[in-house]
């Protein structure tokens, strides 16, 4: 069985029109922000933006169904173009509450909703395509966009609740368009945040022997229940039936250990009959960090699916006085079930995503989500009047120039290495010009370099994307120095897999016959590195 959930196909064969509505609350006249809208009758759909705005291709005389929590389900018979749709607010039952004599526990519903989830949703392998659109601004300064087209395989659908993205199951990006990126972090940019998004669904994924996000991203309710407290906050309903609304919060900020985690609070809509999870509203906050996280789930021939994941979230930076704020939604726009075609991919980098063929032709076709006129100026904006398809290809040319002097930095070390193999100790420093922690280890690594200056090679492989800021780095911090050796490989090298496991900055000892003392060696900063320095120095190769 194969079928299109969501997002309308762009060619038909009978007769069609394409309209745009807006929806608006009964009560306020408000927008209503990312409202299902499916066209009766067909998986075919679309979701409101955040100004309650659509577009939409519907066949003649077809009715759509618009759908939001909190509100009632509203039909409509032959849209017509321009249109407004007004949606009336439920009802929302607050207190109360009572099952079976006693009061409703808001930590067993949601302890309910985890156990039924295999029941409520889809269970066997299946294919889910999606759009992708991710924005960013630096304070009110616009300074990023990219939009993509997603396939993510999902093996064993939701039998198994996964505690990373790419846990038995396999994404890849099949098309990306994007303009300039002018923002002040973007050197340290991901090229894409598809893992982080993907995690959010807290249906699919639970964290298993970690307490808290941290910067995974992935719900621990389940893992660390007791860890929360909840609250049963009433009953509202989603395309009539009655859903309770689910409070929760952690106790406190601190993990296991003294571990300091992110504030964490949320709600949950659960339908009462099924306790199925109908929407799912998240809030991590740190002393210098915001995020806002909410997932709509839509039901289709008995069984829940994501369909819409928005985020929106903001980083002070303090030394630099300024705020970067994000936007990241994924929609889904096509759900295969029985057969279909494998693949297997990963989290994309940087280098695979500049060699995707850029199809001017798909963008024209593709049914996204609606932008708003703040989103098309954005376009504008950081293109100097040029359309993002323009952008991302003067984008992409520059990309793969810097991506091959990257490559030659990596071969460069590589090269540098295996001619050491017999006359030099290396030690080795992964770290970049943006990270703080890196920079505040320089005191101590330029000290100890001079120390052991003729006796220990000090390398210092720089991820930095940007060859400016790597050389203002290596100007400013006095780098440049007897006995350092310098390359810039890029935050997509092939050695980064083999050597970082938790970021940088990150060290690696080497022996005079090339092999490794420490593939995680001591900071600078350590007196004890030079113990190691010792060591091998006279000969000895225990660590």
């Not at 719900?219 to 929360?228: H, M, P, V």
């Not at 009655?242 to 609070?265: A, E, F, I, R, W």
């Not at 210098?288 to 699916?305: A, C, I, L, N, S």
């Not at 120095?481 to 940088?504: E, K, M, N, V, W």
Request: proline letters at 4%; a positive charge; aromatic letters at 12%.
């Amino acid at each position: 069985m194969r079928f299109v959930a969501l997002l309308c196909l762009p060619a038909l064969t009978y007769a069609q029109s394409t309209f745009e509505g807006k929806i608006l609350d009964k009560e306020s006249g408000a927008p209503v922000s990312f409202a299902s809208v499916g066209i009766v009758g067909t998986s075919r759909g679309t979701v409101a933006n955040l100004d309650g705005e659509f577009a939409l291709t519907v066949p003649a005389s077809q009715s759509i169904k618009i759908t939001c929590v909190g509100y009632e389900s509203l039909v409509a018979e032959a849209p017509a173009p321009d249109q407004r749709y007004i949606l009336t607010p439920s009802n929302t039952r607050l207190k109360d509450l009572t099952i079976f004599g006693s009061e409703v526990s808001g930590e067993r519903i949601v302890m309910r909703a985890m156990k039924a989830i295999k029941k409520n949703m889809y269970t066997k392998s299946f294919l889910q395509r999606f759009f992708y659109r991710h924005y960013c601004k630096d304070d009110s300064a616009y300074g990023r966009l990219i939009e993509a087209a997603v396939e993510v395989d999902k093996k064993k659908g939701y039998r198994m609740q996964r505690s990373y993205a790419g846990q038995k199951e396999q994404m890849r990006v099949t098309q990306i368009r994007r303009s300039f990126d002018r923002t002040n972090v973007a050197n340290a940019h991901m090229p894409i945040a598809l893992t982080q998004i993907l995690v959010s669904d807290p249906a699919g994924y639970q964290a298993k022997g970690q307490y808290g996000f941290g910067q995974s991203y992935v719900s621990s309710l389940k893992t660390y229940r007791k860890r929360y407290d909840f609250k049963v906050e009433g009953i509202s309903s989603y395309d009539g039936k009655d859903v309770y609304v689910v409070g929760y919060k952690n106790k406190s900020n601190t993990g296991p250990g003294g571990l300091l985690v992110y504030g964490q609070s949320g709600t949950l809509y659960i339908a009462t009959g099924t306790y199925a999870i109908v929407k799912a509203e998240t809030i991590r906050s740190s002393p210098y960090d915001t995020m806002r996280t909410t997932v709509f789930y839509r039901e289709w021939k008995g069984k829940y699916y994501p369909y819409h994941t928005v985020r929106n979230g903001k980083s002070f930076y303090p030394k630099a006085n300024f705020y970067h704020n994000y936007h990241v939604e994924l929609m889904s726009s096509e759900i295969v079930t029985g057969k279909y075609e494998k693949f297997k991919g990963e989290a994309p980098s940087r280098e695979s995503l500049l060699q995707i063929p850029f199809d001017s032709a798909f963008w024209a076709t593709y049914p996204i989500v609606k932008a708003t006129p703040l989103e098309e100026s954005i376009i504008s904006d950081l293109g100097g009047g040029r359309s993002l398809n323009e952008q991302f290809n003067v984008y992409q040319k520059q990309e793969l120039e810097t991506l091959e002097k990257m490559k030659s930095g990596e071969a460069n070390f590589n090269k540098f290495r295996e001619d050491s193999r017999g006359k030099r100790i290396l030690y080795v420093d992964f770290w970049a010009s943006w990270c703080k922690p890196c920079l505040e280890e320089m005191k101590d690594e330029l000290k100890i370099a001079t120390e052991y200056a003729g006796k220990v090679t000090f390398v210092m492989l720089s991820i930095d994307k940007d060859e400016e800021a790597w050389q203002k780095a290596l100007t400013r911090f006095r780098l440049r120095q007897p006995g350092i050796i310098h390359y810039r490989i890029g935050p997509d090298a092939d050695l980064l897999q083999f050597y970082i496991t938790r970021g940088i900055p990150h060290y690696v000892l080497i022996g005079r016959d090339g092999e490794h003392f420490s593939i995680d060696a001591k900071r600078p900063s350590n007196p004890e590195l030079r113990k190691d320095f010792e060591a091998l120095l006279n000969g000895q190769d225990d660590k």
